[in-house]
Nanobody
Framework: QVQLVESGGGLVQAGGSLRLSCAAS????????MGWYRQAPGKQRELVAA???????NYADSVKGRFTISRDNAANTVYLQMNSLKPEDTAVYYC?????????????????WGQGTQVTVSS
């Protein structure tokens, strides 16, 4: 089993910055794809940023040039650096990881979600 713990959310003024972290622990052989999603009240969850195993990235148009997704393989941690924050960035942010684990000599890939962290940007 794998556990994800998110941190770094909070209240910030427009134009400010936050860095979200998602630390994975447990039966981890390798973290493959990863992503950050967000869900604002009354809206559907949307993809904000994603990184493929080869480290190629893609971003929602609304955050391009402002957000950066990164990873620390040694620490099994994924980050989302958010700069020039806007009130419309207010949402609960979730990390999502594809994790390869070894169980009984077999490598399996499972998908996991973090618990979510609130980001509130005031105008």
């Amino acid at each position: 089993q794998v556990q994800l713990v998110e941190s770094g959310g909070g209240l910030v003024q427009a134009g400010g910055s936050l860095r979200l972290s998602c630390a994975a622990s447990g039966n981890i052989f390798r973290i493959n794809g990863m992503g950050w999603y967000r869900q604002a009240p009354g809206k559907q969850r949307e993809l904000v940023a994603a990184m493929a195993p080869g480290r190629s990235t893609n971003y929602a148009d609304s955050v391009k040039g402002r957000f950066t997704i990164s990873r620390d393989n040694a620490a099994n941690t994924v980050y989302l650096q958010m700069n020039s924050l806007k009130p419309e960035d207010t949402a609960v942010y979730y990390c999502n990881l594809d994790v390869r684990s070894i169980t009984g000599g077999t490598i399996k890939t499972n998908n996991y979600w973090g618990q979510g962290t609130q980001v509130t940007v005031s105008s």
